[in-house]
């Protein structure tokens, strides 16, 4: 399980950003956004409770509880986007490797929409306790510091201001939470580029997304399907 999940980790490489404690706590649900009005939520506001710290971590765990032939990460044209969805926020995946992705996914209406631009996770291998939590958040942070060419758009309107969306996961964590069985992965720490969106209105929407790193790039074509 362990060099299972590290194996498919280690190859999408992901980022955050500096999230802290007075992230303030989002209560009440967004109204429904038209897609001009659509605007990144600031990366300290926090959904349901959950900062947006909090939601990459979660995002990673959701992202790691699936075998590859099941992944949304490994999906080629959108039909696994709905696998283990929670709560009141949907999860757009990433892509293994640098091949541009175009996938069309249906989801309801109400969600928030979480992504990474561009991320990277830190985790334990073979080397049984040689790995801290400090020493995995630092490198974390290093392998994001060079982040290139970040791009965001929400039918064909680009979205702004992306470098102040970096977030970090903040504590150590779990990477095998939810991929259930008796194996740890931790300590585990993530550092990147994500955005939040409200949600969105009910019908069609093209989100184009992705980034850079030294030894990374993802571009993703989402067609969103609002139901």
């Not at 929409?113 to 334990?124: A, D, E, G, H, T």
Request: proline share 7%; charged share 20%; hydrophobic share 40%.
């Amino acid at each position: 399980m362990r060099s299972l999940l590290a194996a498919l980790l280690l190859s999408i490489a992901s980022t955050a950003a500096l999230a802290v404690s007075t992230d303030t706590l989002y209560a009440p649900p967004e109204p429904t956004a038209k897609a001009g009005d659509v605007r990144p939520m600031p990366v300290r506001q926090a959904v349901g409770g959950h900062t947006q710290s909090d939601l990459s971590v979660r995002w990673w765990q959701w992202a790691a509880s699936f075998q590859y032939r099941d992944s949304p990460v490994a999906d080629r044209t959108g039909e696994r986007c709905g696998a283990k969805q929670q709560g009141d926020v949907w999860f757009l995946a990433g892509t293994y490797g640098s091949a541009a992705t175009s996938r069309t996914c249906r989801m309801p209406a109400g969600k928030h929409v979480f992504f990474p631009l561009i991320n990277y996770v830190v985790m334990p291998s073979s080397c049984e306790g040689c790995l801290t939590c400090e020493r995995a958040a630092a490198k974390a942070q290093q392998m994001t510091d060079d982040a290139m060419g970040l791009f965001a758009e929400l039918d064909g309107r680009s979205l702004e201001s992306l470098r102040d969306h970096r977030v970090a996961s903040g504590r150590c964590f779990d990477l095998a939470e939810r991929a259930g069985g008796p194996v740890k992965i931790e300590p585990t720490a993530s550092n990147g580029y994500w955005l939040l969106l409200p949600p969105l209105a009910k019908g069609p929407h093209t989100l184009r997304f992705g980034g850079s790193l030294p030894s990374l790039r993802q571009e993703l074509i989402y067609t969103l399907i609002v139901e």
